[in-house]
């Protein structure tokens, strides 16, 4: 791709879509990551959810997009340090993920969230991504947070 | 927080916003994520981009969302790729973010996106996050790719 | 800690063992690491080892160093792709390893690395460390490794 | 490979070296990694490092260990630490590293490392290393480590 196109791709700016986007609420990604979300279980420490893959959080290849998967890492990673009877869920200190195969439109993942340590300052949580038809793994990833004490800053 | 609480957290239905997010097109998490991105620097190997961060992705704590952080990593660990000549970006193969302080609503923020390796099957790209003002890092993130040859597969 | 301390830290040399580290044969790290590894199952896609802590692999605060549980993370890993008959076990692409709690001296611990992925060209390992006796989790990580084809490179 | 030859493969028992292994003294691992490391430039917050990639920290396939560069990311991410004039250098909450290309016995590599946070409670270093001869990067790595309080617990 030449630089004039990859200047395309990145600057979306006077699209279609601009003024809806721009004229957007505060905090609307929550809900455009999340709108679907089902909990099929939860517990102190676990939380495993639903998610049939919605057209608006599809990549260019019309899978799953590796930041909404991303996103969806941090967001259950949070859920999960909730359970916990933590008063906050902190601030996010690490997230990785890795991606192992595509999820496809209409396709409905499992979402299983584990608490692998909740300390008095450090949590870590761990995500698993499966599908339910064939049970594959899409993505695993681990969300690291800092649970600050009330009165100290990171 | 109570196990309830934690269930209506994470589901979203029903909300305001219902409606609206049922819906988007597909594909639309890009334009969400990237409306407003402008780019100041573009060469071989290396894509500099401003942001002001918008109303839209904030998270509850009023900072840039940890989810559109990482989906930012993951757009322009692709832009890199593209600058190569790379004819496709691949297929993401990992991502980490580590965040390192807050950015706040309005807070322009410079994303500098260099290339750590390109090569003929995997591409390996980093992302600095700093406010423009303070020029203190608010993330830094790696991304990873597979370049799949014409007619392999993963 | 003043500069001329933390430059004592990293500089061995001089020290009692310098000779003998000098002088250690080729890929020795290998045997430090491994030694005293016992495979407690294996079977395609899975290695299950134990490892009681040694003194030698310990860190100045007397729990398991960082670095030798990462190198157990590239080895366990390693181990995993040769069990599903790759003729290889390719090129490392990305390590990581959260560190959840401290492991001590004596300790038996249980190693069990798993396959999330193992792809024509891509494979990723998880592996998890628990101590034996409480059943906590030590530490998670995962090693991606990129499977190279007869005649291509990475 | 068949099972048998993992086996082998992982158990190194029994091996030429299992005595001197085994009568190694307690933290010997540090030794072993750093021995050989020269400062070439400390300041508050960076620390600059050369090795000449020694025999023993070869893997099989003659190229620096990933094991001991991710030791060495552990260790270079202390040293920063220590250079800020914190007290400890607090517990490891996360090490990645991505591997770009070989280093060959006898190379020289220069490993840079920087803080990109040092907190109150969380610090953040990352670690560049390159071949001094091509300037290519041969890994880049992440170390997150938690600096506790006098009387908290992580």
């Given at each position: 791709?030449?630089?004039?196109?990859?200047?395309?791709?990145?600057?979306?700016?006077?699209?279609?879509?601009?003024?809806?986007?721009?004229?957007?609420?505060?905090?609307?990604?929550?809900?455009?990551?999340?709108?679907?979300?089902?909990?099929?279980?939860?517990?102190?420490?676990?939380?495993?959810?639903?998610?049939?893959?919605?057209?608006?959080?599809?990549?260019?290849?019309?899978?799953?997009?590796?930041?909404?998967?991303?996103?969806?890492v941090?967001?259950?990673?949070?859920?999960?340090?909730?359970?916990?009877?933590?008063?906050?869920?902190?601030?996010?200190?690490?997230?990785?993920v890795?991606?192992?195969?595509?999820?496809?439109?209409?396709?409905?993942?499992?979402?299983?969230?584990?608490?692998?340590?909740?300390?008095?300052?450090?949590?870590?949580?761990?995500?698993?991504?499966?599908?339910?038809?064939?049970?594959?793994?899409?993505?695993?990833g681990?969300?690291?947070?800092?649970?600050?004490?009330?009165?100290?800053?990171?």
């Amino acid at each position: 791709m030449d630089l004039e196109s990859v200047k395309k791709f990145v600057e979306k700016d006077g699209g279609d879509y601009e003024f809806t986007v721009d004229s957007m609420p505060a905090r609307f990604i929550e809900p455009i990551v999340m709108q679907g979300l089902k909990i099929d279980r939860i517990e102190r420490g676990r939380v495993v959810c639903s998610l049939t893959v919605p057209p608006r959080l599809l990549n260019t290849g019309n899978t799953l997009h590796g930041g909404a998967t991303a996103a969806l890492v941090d967001i259950a990673g949070s859920a999960v340090i909730y359970t916990m009877g933590a008063p906050t869920t902190g601030v996010s200190v690490e997230i990785n993920v890795s991606y192992l195969s595509g999820a496809y439109v209409g396709e409905e993942i499992e979402i299983d969230s584990k608490a692998l340590r909740v300390g008095k300052s450090v949590a870590v949580v761990s995500v698993d991504f499966t599908s339910k038809k064939t049970g594959k793994l899409i993505a695993q990833g681990r969300h690291t947070k800092y649970l600050p004490v009330a009165t100290s800053k990171m």
